[in-house]
């Protein structure tokens, strides 16, 4: 499996963002996609998550409210739209696939990985 991530950039504290991952390769009937981040000398962590087989969505508490996971099945794409971003959401965010469908927030539950991509807000 192959995950390409996309859309990130420079934003000012407020505006928004929409990020892309783009699943191709191997598929898989069921299976989760999530979002971490990870900030400059600080760990990967959890953003949100979606189960293609289930369709359920599941967030960090740190941006409910603020983040909306969802996903496109005909174009095998994951977005994370992000809204009133702040200068804490800098980070590089990667997309990532389980393929056992686990509601999983810890980055080695996930065997695929994207590149990442930077989201830079500023203040």
């Known amino acids: 499996v192959q995950l390409q991530a996309s859309g990130g950039g420079l934003v000012q504290a407020g505006g928004s963002l929409r990020l892309s991952c783009a699943a191709s390769?191997?598929?898989?009937?069921?299976?989760?996609v999530g979002w971490f981040r990870q900030a400059p000398g600080k760990e990967r962590v959890f953003v949100a998550g979606?189960?293609?087989?289930?369709?359920?969505?599941f967030y960090a508490d740190s941006v409910k409210g603020r983040v909306t996971i969802s996903g496109d099945n005909a174009k095998n794409t994951v977005y994370l739209q992000m809204n009133s971003l702040k200068p804490e959401d800098t980070a590089v965010y990667y997309c990532a696939l389980d393929p056992r469908m686990r509601t999983g927030v810890a980055p080695r539950q996930y065997d695929y990985w994207g590149q990442g991509t930077l989201v830079t807000v500023s203040s």
């Open positions: 390769g191997r598929t898989f009937s069921a299976y989760t």
């Open positions: 979606i189960t293609w087989g289930a369709g359920s969505s």
